[in-house]
């Protein structure tokens, strides 16, 4: 069996609580799959492996072999009194240490990646991510950081990352599936984040047609002036599906914020509106040209079909061929 | 004598930063400080921001509860605007926080409180099922919780961090088909409590209104095999009734507010009588905390946080909120005592506010609301809106109460010119794990451990039940 020590730096827990939903495969399968021994980690830790600080001593010494090193949260490579986890020593020293004798290391989460939330604003603590400090290389263990299997932290960001992201990743290092040619500029696997939250969105029809929703609880698309950053987000939220595989951010009715990536969440501010100049939304769709974006976008809100126009703003379908009477005619077809 | 002073950290299958420093005479507690330990700055971080950030932000406060933050702001929103939601977000609102609540009671129970009873100096073959990652009802619970997760993806598309909530009610609307489904999972759920948790069906549970009801309970069917009666056996068997009270005064700002404004479990405050509850009355304490000492005691919407880590007579990152200038205790205790629930009244009457009481109220809250989510789900009209448009909040004063998983939780809210001027948070385990205050009164746990025999203090096995029996999360504590 390998060792995959878990470490929750500084964080909200967050990844953990998103690793228990796996689902198709649960959890104790999804861990059978990686044939590892989960160890460090708050909850799966059991006294047959040792006291946890025991453990993360035996780590950093190379007394214990790591695996796979995986870090849920920001860290604080200043902080005067680290964390009551291994007080001996601050734990981003802790993590600095082992990060050198794992075979690799895996940022779980925004915040470990790039430092996220907790390194949000001013960020007095100088909160950081494992490689990159928002979308700078360098963080807590340098921009030339390779670990013993010769690849970069491997980023799974994600606020929190989906379960499937987690598990699929700490599986691809294993089997040796993955190396930095699987990467992308911001060390994220391709597989799941080759794509845009955008894809698969069930409002794509009227993303189409600009017709969009005016507020929350509408059917419309929510680029044009709720926020949405679908198009920005380097993610399969949509097509892979949330929460035994109901849900996404966009299903949920609320703006995705890009949350996966470097810099969120400042860089998507505000996050519920959507900024423009001159009507046009500052932040276009990633690789579609402006001028063609802003050609097509009055053309198809000419071509927009009523059926669209009028479901975007409405919170409940309205439907086609019979708008006269919709508005008190029979709903029982709902079902 | 001898007097022995000892800090214990980690704490196994705990998360987030607490540090427990006990004094130990002839085996016993004595006295003890709890330390959270980590900083991470939430409230500075708003400073400044538009005030719907809030809503963003705080639901990182905490992984587990994060739904519940975000609702806290935008009730705080509401509250500065003067507006309400409509029904439908109310419903689905509390299905939403429910489903949040039932989830933190069960992993807390079944990845954190009963794996213990399989370890030294329990090591009880009874409690294999407890095993992580390999007992029977360990690995069901995890298995169970899809279908709880699929009834939460129907209505708040993702989680943690949905951000469904918002001050003008709720962004997803519900159908009658998605209503229906998510029956069904609840059904699924509820086969798994029946089955497993309880060994009957919830109504039989729920009649039970005494402890010589629930004995007989215990001793009939096929109930003693449950999870809770198991947990049940081991607590009675292993003192967890005798260990954890304190002199208990018990808060709650009311779980979750119906369609009509009226709350499932009653606002209180409970020292002996129960009497009315009001957040005026809070205010937050720094003496012992590494914050800045000029502002002294102050009411949250006026707080400060100013850390001072080089205060070496402070001993924590939480701050110490004292009601009328006491401790209190919170969470699903609380609220079941304020709300005269007979079967907790009368267990607590008997065993006192202990470990086992806190663990039982635990699981009855969360049947409690298994069966309220249905009807809730039952109660949503598909063809009224849930959402209205709520104004811009420009300035003024706002206060989002809400009832988080693990107790009362308070978001306080100054916006002058559009932006957050100030922000301040209170959460359940900020009153249970607080640190002394200004007049050095021990916060309710500090209080509770006193007593407490660690007869091992490799093993201080008694002493983790009664800190997990007020499902302590750190990473709320010191936001």
Request: glycine share 10%; proline share 7%; aromatic share 8%.
């Amino acid at each position: 069996m390998a060792n995959l020590l878990w470490i929750q730096a500084v964080c909200c827990g967050g990844e953990t609580a998103s690793l228990l939903n796996s689902d198709h495969p649960h959890l104790p399968a999804a861990l059978r799959t990686l044939g590892a021994t989960l160890l460090g980690h708050g909850y799966f830790h059991d006294q047959d492996t040792g006291r946890a600080e025991q453990v993360i001593e035996e780590c950093a010494s190379g007394k214990r072999h790591v695996d796979l090193l995986a870090v849920e949260g920001a860290v604080h490579p200043q902080a005067p009194d680290g964390s009551a986890w291994a007080s001996a020593k601050p734990l981003a020293e802790w993590i600095r240490a082992i990060a050198q004798v794992a075979d690799c290391t895996v940022a779980i989460g925004t915040c470990a990646s790039f430092g996220g939330v907790m390194a949000c604003g001013r960020n007095p603590l100088r909160a950081t991510g494992l490689q990159f400090h928002r979308d700078q290389k360098g963080g807590l263990l340098g921009a030339s950081f390779r670990s013993k299997m010769g690849v970069p932290v491997v980023n799974v960001p994600g606020c929190p990352a989906h379960p499937d992201w987690i598990i699929g990743t700490l599986w691809a290092l294993r089997a040796n599936r993955l190396d930095e040619a699987d990467l992308d500029r911001f060390n994220r696997p391709r597989v799941f984040y080759g794509k845009l939250a955008h894809h698969a969105c069930p409002r794509n029809e009227y993303y189409e047609f600009k017709a969009s929703a005016a507020a929350y609880s509408q059917q419309g698309c929510l680029f044009e002036n709720l926020g949405c950053k679908g198009t920005l987000c380097e993610s399969d939220c949509n097509e892979r599906l949330w929460l035994a595989r109901t849900g996404s951010c966009t299903r949920g009715g609320f703006p995705c914020l890009s949350c996966t990536s470097p810099l969120f969440p400042d860089g998507f501010t505000p996050f519920f509106k959507t900024a423009k100049i001159g009507g046009i939304p500052t932040s276009l769709p990633l690789d579609v040209p402006k001028a063609w974006y802003v050609g097509i976008s009055g053309l198809s809100k000419l071509a927009c079909p009523e059926r669209l126009r009028r479901n975007a703003v409405s919170f409940k379908p309205v439907w086609a061929g019979n708008q006269e009477s919709n508005e008190d005619g029979p709903q029982n077809d709902r079902l | 004598m001898v007097r022995k002073t000892i800090a214990f950290s980690p704490f196994t299958r705990l998360e987030g930063d607490l540090q427990i420093r006990v004094d130990i005479e002839n085996g016993q507690i004595v006295s003890s400080r709890a330390s959270g330990t980590l900083y991470r700055g939430f409230e500075t971080m708003l400073r400044g921001r538009d005030p719907l950030d809030a809503i963003v932000i705080t639901c990182r406060v905490c992984g587990q509860c994060g739904l519940t933050h975000s609702a806290a702001a935008a009730e705080a929103i509401r509250s500065l605007l003067g507006v309400r939601m409509p029904r439908n977000a109310r419903l689905a609102g509390n299905v939403m926080l429910a489903i949040e609540a039932i989830l933190s009671h069960f992993t807390h129970f079944y990845l954190s409180f009963a794996p213990d009873f399989t370890e030294p100096p329990y090591c009880e073959r009874q409690a294999q099922i407890f095993l992580p990652l390999a007992g029977s009802s360990f690995l069901r619970a995890l298995r169970e919780r899809e279908a709880l997760l699929g009834v939460l993806g129907l209505i708040a598309g993702k989680w943690p961090n949905s951000l469904a909530i918002q001050p003008g009610g709720t962004t997803r609307p519900v159908t009658a088909s998605e209503i229906r489904r998510a029956h069904g999972l609840l059904s699924e759920y509820l086969r798994f409590v029946e089955e497993q948790v309880l060994g009957c069906e919830l109504e039989e549970w729920l009649q039970l209104r005494s402890v010589p009801e629930l004995e007989r309970w215990l001793g009939s069917g096929s109930h003693a095999a449950g999870d809770l009666g198991t947990f049940a056996a081991l607590s009675l068997r292993h003192g967890l009734t005798g260990i954890g009270s304190w002199p208990a005064r018990f808060l709650s700002s009311g779980g979750w507010s119906g369609p009509d404004g009226e709350t499932l479990l009653p606002p209180g405050f409970h020292d002996g009588l129960t009497r009315e509850f009001d957040s005026a009355r809070i205010t937050e304490h720094v003496k012992h905390s590494w914050y800045d000492l000029r502002g002294g005691a102050l009411p949250p919407a006026s707080g400060e946080t100013e850390p001072a880590p080089e205060r070496d007579d402070a001993y924590s990152w939480a701050k110490a909120p004292r009601y009328e200038g006491q401790p209190a205790e919170t969470g699903p205790l609380a609220r079941l005592i304020i709300a005269q629930d007979p079967l907790i009244a009368d267990l607590a009457k008997k065993y006192g506010p202990s470990a086992f009481v806190r663990e039982i109220a635990r699981l009855h809250e969360s049947i409690r609301l298994l069966k309220q989510v249905g009807a809730w789900l039952g109660e949503v009209d598909p063809e009224e809106p849930f959402y209205q448009e709520a104004p811009q909040a420009l300035s003024g004063t706002g206060v989002g109460l809400v009832e988080a998983p693990r107790g009362t939780l308070g978001h306080w809210l100054r916006v002058e010119e559009g932006k957050i001027q100030n922000y301040q948070i209170i959460t359940p385990t900020g009153w249970n794990l607080s640190p002394r205050d200004s007049v050095d009164e021990p916060g309710p746990l500090e209080t509770a451990l006193v007593g407490v025999p660690v007869p091992d203090p490799d093993r201080p096995a008694a002493m983790a039940y009664v800190v997990k029996s007020f499902d302590p999360c750190l990473y709320c504590t010191v936001h």
